[in-house]
């Protein structure tokens, strides 16, 4: 199992301020086509952005050192330290020259972004909880409109027109603004656009706004991850004009562009989604879908199967659909069947190699689940942003808008595919996998409510160090110890960054939670405040290097790979037992904040590990886990409960509470 790469994103606000002026689109155009006219074209800045920097060998060492500090005892640290001094003057150093002289030939990409699609594609595991993640939207706040079918039609028409205004070059290049009132602004909009391309994110940088690489945004749409032997595919195929649409085990296509690419009428596309709705055919006996749950290369060899049998024109259809839209039938009851339902489900109503599903329970309860090895969180949060603001502030149908007067029996095509013994073998053997699997999840959240961001900005805390601490007192409560612990943070600063970890797990923290958790009664409040403004120091620094290219994890990850690609024997520190404790990430952890996000959440990325979502609000702290049969993930977050208590203790000057 890898490590989860949700991301720690760059905070951005909705995607367009509302009321953000825009040009006005044409009358031929209509404004029921796109989303926005942005006034400098979406990619204007890709060209020029800066290059994802490898880090310096000896600074990557010495971070490394720094993260094993508290996961070692004395003596295995020294081993450690021999490992890493012989590296970094032998076989490190030449694999270092090695890998910056590639990447010196090979200007128009990072030098990470081979390796990693490469470490998505070739894992055999199951993509299913080892890799997919989900985020949850909040429902419309105008609640006759969270109906499902009116909430179905109302996302999907906004899903398209992001597509449509991203194809058409009209959709705002994301751009992290740390001083919005001189960059994001029409003025500045309409300078920076006559700039060439070449040149443009300098003329960004002059006013400290920072473009991000929006290279992956394209594999949203009309994209699927196929099962090959050895290492899967990405598909793309742009020209398709049809949604796939799941229910109850079935699939259904219709096309949502017509011949001339203009968004097919609202009317029309709720009449056909509800003529779905309307079928009461039962479950089928084999569902195709949880093959998508295989193991990569029992997949691929049943998706050759299925290709013989020929299905190789039905399977297209599914792998080229815009998206895959995903109508469950029945309601959610709570946060943590939320969870359940949207990161893996029933495995019946899920096509889990599309590059994104679009789920809408029966309540309308809305969330978007998607595969990991075309991208990260970045394009994925903009597109889930896009979409509840235009869904709910410009809705193309009401609950009460009429059905268009169209045959959805001879618009909607229902799939079917022929299926062999062994295919149906194959299926049976899949769904007893999955089910022995889901049932050994558990997942459990929490709502802190004594405050957040404001609170530990006023106390001049980072609140995402916070957060971070109070999984560190968790785990030591819990289980007495500190362990390897992974936050995600995006790297799309730099042309196809990818991500970067942050090693929150330090010296500090260790100092800070065994005095919390040990010896409270021995520290005043002020001492333990102190203690805790050294951990954000700390945790900011890491976030900043992290989010610069900085961090150690890429690089030596990069090294290793690199090795392996030329055949060299496997270097001494990747054989030492501390590389594999480091990459066994018990504490994964993952947070965005966003206005439309209601949750998000992932899997374990090892079996005796936690998996975390998270997210510090401006007066809430909320945490989304996971954990399978190795680990109480009920248990734990009590333990989080607790860590946070006593630091708002300490911060109000009250004593800790044994």
């Known amino acids: 199992m890898m490590p989860r790469l949700l991301l720690r994103v760059w905070p951005r606000g909705p995607a367009v301020r509302p009321g953000a002026p825009c040009r006005p689109l044409s009358a031929r155009s209509g404004p029921s086509q796109y989303l926005q006219s942005s006034i400098v074209p979406t990619m204007h800045y890709q060209d020029s952005l800066p290059r994802l920097p490898i880090p310096k060998l000896e600074d990557t060492i010495r971070r490394y050192l720094s993260a094993q500090k508290p996961l070692l005892d004395d003596g295995h640290f020294r081993k450690t330290e021999q490992f890493c001094k012989s590296f970094e003057n032998g076989s490190g150093k030449e694999l270092h020259e090695q890998l910056v002289a590639q990447d010196k030939k090979n200007k128009h990409t990072s030098y990470i972004s081979g390796p990693w699609f490469d470490m998505y594609l070739a894992a055999r595991d199951s993509i299913v909880l080892n890799f997919n993640p989900f985020m949850a939207f909040n429902p419309d706040p105008k609640s006759e409109y969270n109906d499902q079918l009116t909430r179905a039609t109302n996302m999907t028409v906004s899903a398209v027109r992001f597509l449509k205004t991203f194809r058409a070059g009209l959709l705002e290049p994301e751009v ?55 290492r899967d595919e990405l598909f793309t195929d742009d020209k398709a004009r049809h949604l796939l649409v799941l229910r109850k085990g079935h699939f259904y296509v219709f096309d949502i562009l017509d011949k001339d690419g203009n968004i097919v009428s609202a009317s029309e596309i709720k009449a056909h989604l509800k003529y779905i709705l309307a079928d009461n055919s039962p479950a089928p006996e084999f569902p195709l879908t949880y093959l998508t749950s295989e193991n990569r290369d029992i997949w691929a060899e049943l998706r050759q199967k299925l290709v013989s049998d020929s299905n190789a024109e039905t399977l297209r259809k599914v792998d080229s659909a815009v998206f895959c839209l995903c109508l469950d039938d029945f309601p959610i009851k709570d946060l943590v069947h939320l969870s359940h339902s949207m990161l893996h489900g029933d495995g019946t109503n899920r096509w889990f190699d599309k590059s994104f599903n679009l789920i809408i329970a029966k309540d309308g309860t809305a969330a978007v689940h998607f595969e990991h090895a075309w991208g990260d969180g970045v394009a994925v949060l903009r597109l889930f942003n896009e979409v509840f603001q235009d869904s709910t502030q410009n809705p193309a149908v009401t609950p009460q808008s009429r059905l268009a007067t169209t045959d959805s029996s001879v618009a909607v095509q229902k799939l079917s595919f022929k299926l062999s013994d062994a295919l149906k073998t194959g299926i049976a053997t899949a769904k007893r996998k999955f089910d022995e699997t889901m049932e050994t999840l558990t997942i459990d959240c929490v709502q802190f409510q004594r405050g957040g961001k404001e609170f530990l900005k006023k106390q001049k805390l980072s609140p995402d160090s916070v957060a971070q601490l109070a999984f560190q007192m968790a785990f030591l409560r819990q289980y007495g110890k500190t362990v390897a612990t992974y936050e995600s943070c995006s790297t799309a600063a730099f042309k196809h960054g990818r991500t970067e970890t942050i090693r929150p797990a330090s010296i500090f923290t260790m100092r800070c939670s065994e005095a919390f958790v040990r010896e409270p009664s021995k520290h005043s409040a002020g001492e333990l405040q102190q203690l805790m403004a050294e951990c954000s120091k700390y945790h900011g620094q890491l976030t900043k290097e992290a989010a ?92 989080v409960e607790k860590a946070l208590d006593d630091m708002f203790d300490a911060l109000e000057g009250k004593s800790i509470k044994t």
């Not at 500045?188 to 960004?204: E, H, M, N, Q, T």
């Not at 949750?599 to 998270?614: H, R």
């Open 548 to 639: 610069m290219g900085q961090g150690f994890d890429r690089h030596l990850f990069a090294l290793r790979y690199l090795a392996a690609a030329k055949g060299i024997p496997l270097p001494e520190l990747y054989l030492d037992p501390a590389y594999g404790k480091i990459n066994h990430n018990i504490l994964s952890t993952s947070t965005l904040s966003s206005p439309a996000v209601n949750l998000g959440g992932f899997a374990p990325v090892v079996p005796d590990g936690f998996g975390i979502g998270y997210a510090v609000h401006d007066n809430w702290i909320g945490c989304n886990v996971s954990s399978y049969p190795g680990r109480n993930a009920h248990e734990f977050l009590h333990c």
């Open 176 to 230: 992290f603004h740390l001083n919005p009132a001189k960059s994001d602004t029409d003025t500045f909009k309409r300078l920076i656009r006559l700039v060439p391309p070449s040149l443009s994110w300098y003329g960004a940088y002059l006013v400290n706004a920072y473009p991000l690489d929006m290279s992956q945004y394209f594999r949203l749409f009309n994209s699927t991850r196929i099962p090959k032997p050895g």
